[in-house]
């Protein structure tokens, strides 16, 4: 991936900041500061001409409102920036807490620089549109089962032909579990092909992402996300 992205790196602590810019600067990215949550908000919608960061490093701890609730702001406002939060707590409910709230990811202070541009270039790659996104085989194919249609290429989804509004993970959960139908996936599994984590990933985030899709599609017919107590989740009829 050639790496002329920009990101935006919101910090108030302005050695942490320097580090984390000089060295993203370092790997290629081009990169923009902010020192609060309000900073934040105001460069995520820079005056017209100016370029919109491809993501967000945010902070936890700010001065002002702190990360989560910058993140929240976004998500409500429909900004889909991807989000990735520096924490330095470490703590299941406070990471389920960023991720719930739209964030695509986390790093706990202190971090490697070389662990955080692996996680900046992994959430740029799934945050990228399915057209520059590496060709799945499947690549935009329209998904079906039973009455759910997804259609990969232009990120809708459907049941019983009514259109349901997704995140952008919640879409890629879904497309997971869609092209897998009737398999039983475990929570690793999930997490390695729709988060990208390895074996430190959350289960938690599982569990709450499929809580987020069944409230969503439950609605509108009988259940297709079952649970297979402690092994995981298949779709069916
Ligand atoms: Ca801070």
Redesign the pocket.
């Known amino acids: 991936m050639s790496d002329d992205r920009r990101v935006l790196v919101v910090?108030?602590?302005a050695n942490?900041r320097d580090l984390i810019e000089t060295a993203l600067r370092f790997h290629g990215f081009q990169t923009v500061a902010a020192r609060t949550g309000a900073e934040a908000l105001r460069a995520v919608r820079p005056p017209a001409g100016d370029r919109r960061p491809d993501l967000i490093l945010l902070?936890?701890?700010?001065?002002d409102i702190d990360g989560f609730e910058v993140c929240r702001r976004l998500r409500a406002a429909g900004d889909d920036t991807p989000v990735i939060f520096?924490t330095?707590r470490d703590t299941p409910s406070d990471t389920v807490t960023g991720l719930t709230l739209g964030g695509d990811d986390y790093v706990t202070k202190p971090f490697s620089i070389d662990a955080l541009v692996a996680r900046i270039r992994a959430v740029l790659r799934r945050a990228a549109p399915a057209a520059t996104a590496p060709p799945p085989a499947e690549d935009g194919q329209v998904l079906r089962v039973a009455d759910l249609e997804l259609d990969e290429a232009h990120w809708t989804v459907r049941r019983a032909g009514v259109e349901v509004e997704l995140s952008p993970t919640e879409f890629r959960l879904l497309a997971y579990l869609m092209r897998n139908p009737g398999r039983v996936l475990t929570r690793a599994q999930l997490l390695e092909n729709v988060w990208g984590w390895g074996r430190d990933g959350n289960p938690q985030v599982v569990e709450t992402y499929i809580s987020y899709l069944r409230r969503k599609l439950d609605p509108l017919g009988p259940p297709l996300i079952h649970t297979r107590r402690g092994v995981g989740y298949a779709l069916r009829p």
């Open positions: 910090e108030d602590e942490i902070d936890v701890l700010l001065p520096l330095a």
